[in-house]
């Protein structure tokens, strides 16, 4: 029988072995001059094409994410399957000779894609849902760029940056796509059988998009042009929606701030809390002291879907600083709390009205001092005030109630004199 660190060693060893078997099979398809087979999606290619008509007089791109399928057979050729690509969010720079891509939140998108779909093969495999070509981690492939005029082939710069990303062997990626995105062609019918490495898309303008595709690997350190070929959306897996948490950042700063300026510690993941994709996107809280903790799941339309809330007893031993494994341990003991009465969710509220309608509920907090403004009436029936002529002819008012006193001179405001001692 092995022991564990035998058992640790031989998958090591097949790790390399597997890796180096890779190198040296694309080593021969380069030294061949045979790239990979590529095959969009109908979806990729209309982004692109809405992408590039949205910026017509500047350069623009996306990331692409899809996957890239081996065939172990050995003249079998990997095949590159794009299925969708990510836009850069509103700090990416666009210029009629340059692109910058903004900051993290196409890796926020990829990285919410990606446990999305690993989620759906663990769930699906083996069943029709789930087709065993398919079975494989979905991934970044590179990114596609608009550039001007008729440049159809990535630029020195294009080159400089794919082996920056190549010689990262933090990234650990062995090959790049780097499609170019031209647009202004005239339209033209081709008609051959050779295969060509790029597509034309007609404008709606009178005229064509054109998209070269270009493919450079680790070892090959060049670019070269592969052949696309386009299917129907319904013939590969399709990408599900985007989580709230990613598109609406700023409500999801305010509604944590909003929570933990009310006194909680707060904590946020997604998690798969109904068995099916896509996850939801939880938040877990606590008051200091308490003796529970309560749960909020949001599903990825939220604040448009209404948030669930749970209750779960405080455990030993957990590790606040490790999100998913504390929610774990409080999902299994979780119970859910029903609505306040009276309680409605809309839109334009937020988990802290929630967690005040629940504390409110529970007898933890009392509801908001409430502000009635209050509308004075003159009564109309009381009598008119008396006027007394003073010494230096000064008419001054008294009140007929009998307070015979009336103001002092100016200076002195805010005391009383009494008439008759003038």
């Known amino acids: 029988?092995?022991?564990?660190?035998?058992?640790?060693?031989?998958?090591?060893?097949?790790?390399?072995?597997?890796?180096?078997?890779?190198?040296?099979?694309?080593?021969?398809?380069?030294?061949?001059?045979?790239?990979?087979?590529?095959?969009?999606?109908?979806r990729a290619v209309e982004r692109m094409l809405s992408a590039a008509n949205q910026y017509m007089a500047d350069e623009t791109g996306e990331a692409m994410v899809g996957f890239i399928v081996e065939d172990d057979t050995p003249e079998g050729l990997p095949t590159i399957y794009v299925l969708d690509t990510i836009s850069p969010?509103?700090?990416?720079?666009?210029?009629?000779?340059?692109?910058?891509?903004g900051d993290a939140l196409q890796d926020e998108i990829i990285w919410w894609l990606q446990e999305n779909w690993h989620f759906h093969r663990e769930?699906?495999?083996?069943?029709?849902?789930?087709?065993?070509?398919?079975?494989?981690?979905?991934?970044?492939?590179?990114?596609?760029?608009?550039?001007?005029?008729?440049m159809i082939q990535p630029s020195h710069g294009d080159h400089m940056t794919a082996l920056s990303w190549l010689d990262d062997e933090e990234l650990g990626m062995d090959s790049l796509l780097v499609p170019i995105v031209t647009v202004g062609h005239a339209p033209v019918v081709v008609e051959?059988?050779?295969?060509?490495?790029?597509?034309?898309?007609?404008?709606?303008?009178?005229?064509?998009m054109r998209v070269d595709w270009w493919y450079i690997h680790r070892d090959v350190r060049a670019f070269q042009p592969v052949a696309p070929k386009i299917v129907p959306a319904g013939e590969l897996p399709q990408m599900m929606k985007y989580g709230w948490h990613v598109v609406l950042a700023d409500r999801l700063s305010s509604e944590t701030?909003?929570?933990?300026?009310?006194?909680?510690?707060?904590?946020?993941?997604?998690?798969?809390?109904?068995?099916?994709?896509?996850?939801?996107?939880?938040?877990?809280?606590i008051?200091?002291?308490?003796?529970?903790?309560?749960?909020?799941?949001?599903?990825?339309?939220?604040?448009?879907?209404?948030?669930?809330?749970?209750?779960?007893?405080?455990?030993?031993?957990?590790?606040?600083?490790?999100?998913?494994?504390?929610?774990?341990?409080?999902?299994?003991?979780?119970?859910?709390?029903?609505?306040?009465?009276?309680?409605r969710w809309t839109a334009d509220r937020?988990?802290?009205?929630?967690?005040?309608?629940?504390?409110?509920?529970?007898?933890?907090?009392?509801?908001?001092?409430?502000?009635?403004?209050?509308?004075?009436?003159?009564?109309?029936?009381?009598?008119?005030?008396?006027?007394?002529?003073?010494?230096?002819?000064?008419?001054?008012?008294?009140?007929?109630?009998?307070?015979?006193?009336?103001?002092?001179?100016a200076d002195n405001a805010d005391t009383w004199t009494d008439k008759e001692a003038e």
């Open 89 to 101: 969010d509103e700090t990416a720079v666009r210029r009629s000779h340059t692109f910058q891509q």
């Open 350 to 409: 937020y988990l802290l009205d929630y967690v005040e309608a629940i504390e409110i509920n529970m007898g933890l907090r009392q509801p908001r001092a409430q502000s009635i403004p209050i509308l004075i009436v003159e009564d109309e029936t009381a009598p008119a005030p008396e006027f007394h002529l003073t010494g230096g002819g000064e008419t001054r008012a008294t009140a007929s109630n009998g307070d015979d006193r009336v103001p002092a001179e």
């Open 287 to 343: 008051r200091q002291g308490a003796s529970f903790f309560l749960l909020f799941v949001t599903q990825h339309d939220y604040p448009q879907s209404a948030p669930r809330a749970y209750q779960a007893p405080f455990v030993a031993g957990l590790d606040l600083m490790d999100p998913v494994a504390t929610f774990q341990s409080l999902w299994e003991v979780a119970t859910p709390i029903d609505d306040p009465p009276s309680w």
């Open 123 to 150: 769930q699906n495999r083996g069943t029709d849902a789930m087709l065993e070509r398919f079975d494989v981690p979905l991934r970044y492939l590179g990114d596609w760029h608009k550039q001007p005029g008729s």
């Open 192 to 208: 051959t059988d050779l295969p060509v490495n790029f597509i034309t898309v007609p404008m709606g303008n009178g005229y064509d």
């Open 257 to 285: 701030l909003a929570l933990v300026d009310d006194g909680l510690l707060v904590r946020t993941l997604f998690y798969e809390c109904d068995g099916e994709v896509p996850l939801e996107f939880c938040f877990f809280t």
């Open 1 to 42: 029988m092995r022991t564990g660190a035998e058992s640790d060693i031989l998958k090591l060893v097949h790790i390399e072995f597997d890796h180096l078997r890779k190198r040296l099979r694309g080593m021969a398809m380069i030294s061949r001059g045979i790239v990979p087979n590529l095959v969009l999606s109908q």
